[in-house]
């Protein structure tokens, strides 16, 4: 027997993110949307015929332009709207309604939508205005529509929006004056003016689109929503989104980096200052969050942002025509130096490189470009060269090994001819490898030849430096991408009892209703996680802190204990290299003199004095308004907000991601060693990133952390300060802000001894399992393999890093992969089998698959597997588990069976399997 549940379609495990819930609409993929984007029937619900009105606009463009549904326009005052019968309510329809649009007052919105809930409509698109962008007023309506769609399953867009468009079938749900062009870029935007102004520049310029989304306050339907909509849609190979707040930050981090992987996802995002953000949050009603934090989420989940409306829509183009490139070098041939340089500029601004072109190269260019050449990149043929020894040049220099990528500039000049260069130039493309861009500038005859190469799929750009910063944006995208693929090396144990050592320390400080732990509390909580901090005593006397001192060791410091100070160093409350008892003891007078008369001080912490050298770092994390705790690393010290080298992540870290994050900052080249000084064991700093980023997701009371200075040297690294705030006791443990990716699900942590007695610990898949999971599937049969995926599924495809990634670096909000670990006779770790519970995109159903080794069938734990799987489920609060498996594997069905799901007739041979959880 093979101890395997097959999901529901045999392809499902080669490509994760196709699978989706039967088609309701011929020949698309169905999901909650559907009703939204495809409707068979819709309601109008405030359709009229008063000139230069939304209903009348809105009626107007769902008749011009029929899309093969029906339209009902509801308005109790008139019995036909523009010819066509009215209707009172949509309960007098009489029949299904998938779509209401809704362009009511603000104030009846709530009881509009609880008649379409009553009547079983599917999905509904409020265009109303007046909610929480104008007061308490409208945020009270919000919540009163939150409560009529708990109540049912209708999905809405809005309120406060344009509208939809899916311009493939013709369907224009919006007020605007036309329909936008078919095409294959899906356009989601918060902002409505955008949406029109978008549409009609996309008009003059022959844009086409998937779809065409005005959002608005995303009360029900959000970013996460759409992506995954668009993410499954065939007709949509790019999203584009103009976003000014996230809404359900989980939601969109999950949905990103699951299509991030196949579709690229490309972002602006207003809101960089200040200024920017109070205006973002005025227009849509939300908070917006900080600029750091939203750069963090975009590089998390393989998001490229861009800076302005014309670099969206390029970059789409560049991204669906060019292959990525595989580094950040890129290699400019052009006839004008000028250009060159401008490209140069552009490049480097924009954290791409130059190409440094291999001899070999130099030697093949030096046999037939003038003397007078450029002999470096940029490659200046000069302005004399003709069509073929331009395009020649260009080929060679494609082929070099240390360039990524070619810009090919050109200028008119005497001898440019450029038709003749576009002819050669769409020749050569098609034996590069590499991504081509141009930037051919100039007038009509330019353009007529950029016009060739555009047909060649070469994306032409006005301007050399749009061009170069489009490479750049091309290898960020990219450099985002990797970093979800590597796998992560973590060889150290996190603790498993970690929120309950912390809780004991901060008990005193909840006790007494105080946010703020003192330095001694604070290291406390860093110690519990493992990081490296500095012995310390507390004494409450002078002879106290001198006969601590005598026991530590001279020379020490002497630090204010204070529950209410944190910045001691600014008001004089640390004591440096104090070499004697006399001096502890007259430094511990002069402290408690400072601060005692403001009844802060609570004696003084003595702590060794460290003499070794290293660079000041900060570590820290702070909670944002949308994403939750945001981590910070960097430059520390008393500088730390003046010099401002610092990157932003969001917890939990991997090694891999704790790397990037170093890679961002300027300091990460010192502590590599610089002027002959021994390097920081940056291996060591990045287990220590992945250590801080535990303790600060698992333990959500915990508002800010910081660590300033982390001294770093080449003999190690310690906290020689910290502090330590917490949420306030008002803010109940529900209400507290929860990290914007779930972090590891400890909890589902367990130990069963088969009846052999071999102890197996069953967990959570980790990212860094991807070695084990390799030496798995080596233990696995053809016929194994077979009854798990229904085809003889080769092992280095199994195995391969593509594959494998995907399935140990999961986001845990939509997918557990539960292994069972146990020791071989040598204690090296195993793994004997795995079980995956998957979320399905449509509602709140999941598929469950598991598979156990050869050596291991027939001993109970594939039906261990399966029953902790249930129990997971039900605590994830899954309704319904499906799965399936071949119609003659009877010791399966039997499992199932005593499982207690239902199978379905058979088709095809694959039996599926049902359990319902509530």
Known sequence: MSSTLKVAMASSELNPEQRICESTVPGLPSSPLAPIFHPRTVAVIGATEKPASVGRTILRNLLEQPFGATIFPINPHRPNVMGIRCYPNIAAIGEPVDLAIVITPAATVPAVLEECVEAGVGGAIVI????AESGAEGKERERKIRQVLASGHLRMVGPNCVGVMNPRTGFNATFAPANALPGNIAFLSQSGALCTAILDWSLKEMVGFSAFVSIGSMLDVNWGDLIYHFGDDPYTSSILIYMESVGDARSFLSAAREVSLRKPIIVI??????AGQRAAASHTGSITGSDEAF????????????????????????????????????????????????ATDALLANGAHLAVLSPETHDELNRFLPAAWSHADPVDTLGDSSPAMYVKALEIVARDPNCDAVLSILAPQGMTEPEQAAGLLRTAAESIRKPLLASWMGGSRMQLAANVLNEARIPTFEYPDAAARSFAYMWRYTSNLQSLYETPMFAGELPVDGPRRVAEIIANAVKKDRTILTEHESKQVLGV?????????????AEEAAAAADIIGYPVVLKLHSE???HKTERGGVRLNLENAEAVRAAFTAIQNTFAPENSFNGVTVQPMVRSSGYELILGSST??????????????QLVEVIRDNAYSLPPLTTTLARRMMEHTRILQALKGIRGQRPVDT????????????????????????????????????????????????????????????????????????????TFTLRPIRPDDEPLMVDFHHQLSETSVYMRYFLPLKLDVRVSHERLFTKCFIDYDREIGLVAEYADEQGTRRIAGIARLIRKHCDNSAEVAFLVADKFQNRGLGTHLLEQTIQIARKEGISTLEGATLSDNFNMKDMFVKAGFKFAPPEEGVATACLKLS
């Not at 995002?269 to 200040?274: A, D, F, L, M, S």
């Open 295 to 342: 750069e963090a989420a975009f590089r998390r989940c393989g998001i490229l942002r861009v800076a302005s409306i014309s670099e969206l829509f390029d970059m789409a183009e560049v991204l669906s025509k060019q292959p990525r490139p595989r580094g950040p070098r890129l290699a400019v041939v052009t006839n004008a130096g000028g250009a060159g340089v401008l």
């Open 128 to 131: 109303s205005a007046g909610f």
């Open 624 to 637: 944002d308004p949308q994403f939750g705790p945001v981590l910070v690393f960097g430059m520390g010290g």
């Open 564 to 566: 209410t100070i944190t």
């Open 269 to 274: 995002k207003p809101g960089r200052t200040e």
């Open 683 to 758: 291996d060591k700093l990045e287990e220590l990133l992945v250590r801080f980023s535990e303790l600060v997701v698992e333990n959500p009371r915990i508002a800010e952390i910081e660590i300033n200075p982390l001294l770093a040297g080449p003999d190690g690294i310690v906290a020689l300060d910290a502090r330590v705030i917490l949420h306030p006791n008002s803010v109940q443990d529900a209400a507290l802000p929860r990290p914007a990716i779930r972090p590891y699900p400890s909890q589902y942590i367990s130990n069963w001894e088969s009846h052999d007695g071999t």
């Open 529 to 541: 996680y493992e990081l490296p901090v500095l012995p310390s005593q507390i004494a409450q006397t």
